[in-house]
């Protein structure tokens, strides 16, 4: 996949522990973000909390490679890491998000972390074990949820991602695991067992059953749910 580098723009070395970044507060972390990035830190970038226990279930056996579908600046990614020992891979299309996010993996020197500026439409599901989903489509439907006019919205393009997401998730293999966060469950294909939930029920932690939704590869149609 042919996606810029931003390396040249970096800090080159790390300059501070990855160890202390798991024992920060919430308004701490973000405060490692430039204020355009940060402002949007209570409504769209998971709590610490959160990530935390997402990443525990998503980690079941290591090394597991975990894919966080619209990864913002990163921060779900980096409390993952540095709290499991799963590799992750954050997929953001909002290039301003992915650069503050490399240079926060950078200055903290936090292992097992990719961010990659793509759409997530160009990532191959096949190539993780468990995927983080909190909600990236929602500004498609709710105006309110709009974080700039970089990008094409409207409930089309909604139904055009999740749709994706559903197809892909329903090819993966048996033991898959998804977490969701503040989403009403679209985005699962049959086949995937509710196994959990916490936060009040918005966070939602799924397994791939045996058999289970499996399509081939020629995907005809997603069941509707
Ligand atoms: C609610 S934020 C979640 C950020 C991060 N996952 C977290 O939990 O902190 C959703 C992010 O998904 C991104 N996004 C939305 N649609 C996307 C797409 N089709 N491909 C890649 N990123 C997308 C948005 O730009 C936004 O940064």
């Given at each position: 996949?042919?996606?810029?580098?931003?390396?040249?723009?970096?800090?080159?070395?790390?300059?501070?522990?990855?160890?202390?970044?798991?024992?920060?507060?919430?308004?701490?972390?973000?405060?490692?973000?430039?204020?355009?990035?940060?402002?949007?830190?209570?409504?769209?970038?998971?709590?610490?909390?959160?990530?935390?226990?997402?990443?525990?279930?998503?980690?079941?056996?290591?090394?597991?490679?975990?894919?966080?579908?619209?990864?913002?600046?990163?921060?779900?990614?980096?409390?993952?890491?540095?709290?499991?020992?799963?590799?992750?891979?954050?997929?953001?299309?909002?290039?301003?998000?992915?650069?503050?996010?490399?240079?926060?993996?950078?200055?903290?020197?936090?292992?097992?972390?990719?961010?990659?500026h793509a759409n997530v439409t160009e990532i191959p599901f096949g190539d993780f074990d468990?995927?983080?989903?909190?909600?990236?489509?929602?500004?498609?439907?709710?105006?309110?949820?709009?974080?700039?006019?970089?990008?094409?919205?409207?409930?089309?393009?909604?139904?055009?991602?999740?749709?994706?997401?559903?197809?892909?998730l329903s090819k993966l293999r048996e033991g898959t695991r998804v977490v969701t966060y503040?989403?009403?469950?679209?985005?699962?294909?049959?086949?995937?067992?509710?196994?959990?939930?916490?936060f009040c029920d918005h966070l939602k932690m799924w397994v791939k059953r045996r058999g289970?939704?499996?399509?081939?590869?020629?995907?005809?149609?997603?069941?509707?749910?």
């Open positions: 996949m042919p996606h810029a580098s931003f390396d040249a723009d970096l800090d080159p070395e790390p300059i501070l522990d990855p160890e202390f970044i798991q024992y920060l507060e919430d308004r701490e972390f973000d405060l490692i973000f430039p204020e355009d990035v940060r402002k949007f830190s209570v409504v769209h970038w998971t709590p610490i909390s959160v990530a935390r226990q997402a990443a525990r279930f998503l980690v079941a056996t290591p090394p597991t490679r975990v894919l966080d579908i619209g990864c913002g600046p990163g921060k779900f990614c980096a409390i993952g890491a540095t709290t499991t020992e799963g590799h992750f891979t954050g997929v953001e299309q909002r290039e301003i998000f992915v650069r503050a996010g490399l240079q926060m993996i950078r200055s903290y020197g936090v292992p097992r972390v990719n961010l990659i468990a995927f983080y989903f909190f909600n990236p489509f929602a500004e498609n439907l709710w105006h309110s949820s709009r974080m700039d006019l970089e990008v094409k919205i409207g409930p089309e393009i909604y139904s055009q991602y999740t749709d994706h997401v559903r197809r892909e503040w989403s009403d469950g679209e985005e699962m294909p049959d086949g995937y067992e509710l196994v959990g939930s916490t289970g939704g499996h399509m081939e590869a020629s995907d005809q149609a997603v069941s509707p749910r």
